[in-house]
């Protein structure tokens, strides 16, 4: 109730001072709903399955400014467009959704404008019934000829091979034992290059020559 005095009341005082039995009925109105939220919550813990696929066909039914309302209430919303909140509000009375009938009823002595909060609330509810995304409509397949049938199979055919001959590749690759570790051959140093000392030829001895002298003639008598 605190927070229809310092929000709520004040307004409606500002609006409607001069207008006594219109300011009493909204005060009333607000009042009577606060103390009733208790029992509106429990009734409507109760009647969520009941109620699910009948919110959904009203808010289906519904107009775009009515669906963005219910996704974000908003007092702006309700105040520009309390035509479409009230009927909203008579659709839900109809299935007798939680607090829907005395907030409709309250609306339409005031106006949905006077009532800002118990229509937010009301909307709040409404909006846990409704999916976070909208769903897409799947399209419809492409529509393929014979031939490009056969091509395709034959590509999935090939594709599955090559996914299987890789399978094969990947377990003989696991399986196989790792190869020897690449032993580096010794260094062989180079020899050392002995060192040759030349050493100098020996002199050839000659024989001494032996000059014969030849024999002296006799002489002739």
Same mark, same amino acid.
């Given at each position: 109730?605190g927070?229809?005095?310092s929000?709520?009341l004040?307004k409606?005082?500002?609006?409607?001072g001069?207008d006594p039995?219109?300011k009493?009925?909204? %005060?009333?109105a %607000?009042?009577?709903?606060d103390?009733?939220k208790?029992v509106?919550n429990?009734?409507?813990?109760? &009647?969520?399955g009941? %109620?699910?696929?009948?919110v959904?066909e009203?808010?289906e039914?519904?107009?775009?400014?009515i669906?963005?309302l219910i996704?974000?209430?908003?007092?702006?919303?309700?105040?520009?467009q309390p035509?479409m909140?009230?009927k909203?509000?008579e659709e839900l009375? &109809?299935?007798e959704?939680?607090?829907?009938?005395?907030v409709?009823?309250?609306?339409?002595?005031?106006?949905?404008?006077?009532?800002?909060?118990?229509?937010?609330?009301?909307?709040?509810?409404?909006?846990t019934?409704?999916?976070?995304?909208?769903?897409?409509v799947d399209?419809p397949?492409?529509?393929?000829t014979?031939?490009?049938?056969?091509v395709?199979?034959?590509h999935i055919k090939?594709?599955e091979v090559?996914?299987v001959?890789?399978?094969?590749a990947k377990?003989?690759?696991?399986?196989?034992?790792?190869?020897?570790a690449a032993v580096e051959?010794?260094?062989v140093?180079?020899a050392?290059?002995p060192?040759?000392?030349?050493?100098?030829p020996?002199?050839?001895?000659v024989?001494p020559t032996?000059?014969?002298?030849?024999?002296?003639?006799?002489?002739?008598?």
């Open positions: 109730m927070y229809w005095k929000k709520v004040p409606i005082q500002k609006v409607f001069k039995a219109k009493a009925a909204a %005060l009333e %607000l009042k009577s709903f103390e009733s208790e509106i429990k009734e409507f813990e109760e &009647k969520q009941d %109620l699910q696929p009948k959904i009203i808010y039914a519904s107009s775009a400014e669906k963005s996704k974000e209430p908003k007092e702006a919303g309700i105040k520009k035509v909140v009230q909203f509000l009375a &109809k299935i959704f939680p607090g829907s009938q005395v409709s009823e309250a609306c339409s002595k005031v106006g949905p404008a006077l009532l800002t909060g118990p229509v937010i609330f009301i909307f709040e509810k409404v909006s019934f409704i999916p976070t995304t909208e769903e897409t399209a397949p492409p529509v393929t014979e031939r490009e049938g056969v395709e199979e034959e090939e594709a090559a996914v001959e890789a399978e094969k377990s003989s690759a696991e399986a196989a034992p790792p190869p020897p051959p010794p260094k140093e180079p050392e290059t060192v040759v000392v030349e050493t100098p020996k002199p050839v001895e024989p032996h000059v014969v002298e030849p024999a002296a003639e006799e002489p002739k008598s």
